[in-house]
C-alpha cells in the first residue's frame, strides 16, 4: 500500500485556497488514484472527467495544481502528460516514484522468501511444525486438578484443641470472659449450622471457627434454660446491687 502525502500546511497554502473545496476534493481524489496506480501523478483524463466537473478540472489548472500536456513548469519533476491527461504539480516532491516502490516491493517479498526458506529448510531451528491432526482427531486433555480442596464443613465438624486455645488467648486479650467446655460446644453448633445453611465450602475450618469464638458476645444458655450473660455486669449495675446488699443488712441490724 502507497500513501498520497499532503503537507500539512495545505489548508492555508495560496493555491488551495484559490482553488476553493469542491476543486481540491478533485485534487485529493485524483492524488489517491495516482499514489494507488503508481502513475508517478499523471491523472488520465477520463478518471479527471468522472471524479469531477469540467469547472474544477479548468480552476486546477488556473491555480497551477494541475498541468495539462504543453505546460512550461519550470519544475524538473513535472512531466509532460499526454494530450487530454493532467499531471499533479511537484508530486515527485513529496511522493515516491513508482520505480521505487515497485522496488521497496521486491525486497520485502525477497525478504519474506528468504525468510520462509530457512524457516523450512530441514534441521534449521525454529522450522516448520509438524503437522498436527486434523481438530476432532486431537485427544481431549486430561481434566485440570481442582485448583483447591474446599468441602461443605462436616455435620459433625470440631475445633481442634490449637483452635480453641487461640480463640481463649484472643478474648483474654480483647478482655472478654472465657468460654466454658459448654459454651465452646454450643458455638462450635451454631457455627456449624451457620456454614451449612449458607452452603459455604472451605479447604480448612480453624481458622474461621476461631474468628466465630472470638467475637461471640452473645448470651449463651446454660443447662435447665438459664441464661449465663458473658459480660461482666456495667457499674451502674454494680452500684445497685451493692445498696441492696447494704439495704438488707440495716433491716436485718434493727430487726435484732
Do not use: F
Given at each position: 500500500m502507497s500513501w498520497f502525502a499532503v503537507d500539512d500546511n495545505a489548508d492555508t497554502h495560496p493555491k488551495i485556497i484559490a482553488a476553493k473545496n469542491a476543486a481540491v476534493g478533485l485534487w485529493m481524489r485524483a492524488g489517491s488514484y495516482a499514489s494507488q496506480h503508481l502513475t508517478d501523478g499523471i491523472v488520465p483524463g477520463v478518471i479527471a472527467k468522472m471524479y469531477g466537473s469540467k469547472a474544477q478540472i479548468t480552476k486546477l489548472v488556473e491555480v497551477g495544481l494541475w498541468h495539462e500536456h504543453g505546460h512550461t513548469c519550470p519544475r524538473p519533476k513535472c512531466q509532460q502528460p499526454a494530450p487530454g491527461d493532467y499531471y499533479?504539480?511537484?508530486?515527485?516532491?513529496?511522493?515516491?516514484?513508482?520505480?521505487?516502490?515497485?522496488?521497496?516491493?521486491e525486497r520485502a517479498a525477497a525478504k519474506k522468501r528468504?525468510?520462509?526458506?530457512?524457516?523450512?529448510?530441514?534441521?534449521?531451528?525454529?522450522?516448520?511444525?509438524?503437522q498436527q491432526p486434523a481438530y476432532d482427531e486431537q485427544p481431549l486433555p486430561d481434566?485440570?486438578?481442582?485448583?483447591?480442596?474446599?468441602?461443605p464443613i462436616p455435620a459433625d465438624w470440631q475445633p481442634s484443641a490449637e483452635d480453641v486455645e487461640t480463640a481463649q488467648l484472643a478474648r483474654a486479650d480483647a478482655g472478654l470472659p472465657q468460654l466454658t467446655a459448654q459454651q465452646l460446644d454450643q458455638v462450635t453448633r451454631k457455627f456449624v449450622r451457620r456454614q451449612l445453611d449458607d452452603q459455604r465450602v472451605a479447604p480448612a475450618?480453624?481458622?474461621?471457627?476461631?474468628?466465630w469464638a472470638e467475637n461471640e458476645r452473645t448470651e449463651l444458655a446454660a443447662p435447665g434454660g438459664v441464661v449465663v450473660p458473658l459480660q461482666q455486669p456495667t457499674r451502674s449495675q454494680q452500684q445497685v446491687a451493692g445498696l441492696d446488699r447494704l439495704r438488707e443488712r440495716l433491716n436485718g441490724g434493727s430487726a435484732s
Open positions: 499533479m504539480h511537484d508530486y515527485l516532491e513529496y511522493n515516491p516514484a513508482r520505480a521505487e516502490v515497485t522496488a521497496r516491493r528468504d525468510y520462509r526458506e530457512r524457516q523450512q529448510a530441514p534441521g534449521a531451528q525454529g522450522g516448520r511444525r509438524p481434566p485440570a486438578p481442582p485448583t483447591s480442596a474446599a468441602r475450618w480453624g481458622g474461621r471457627w476461631q474468628q
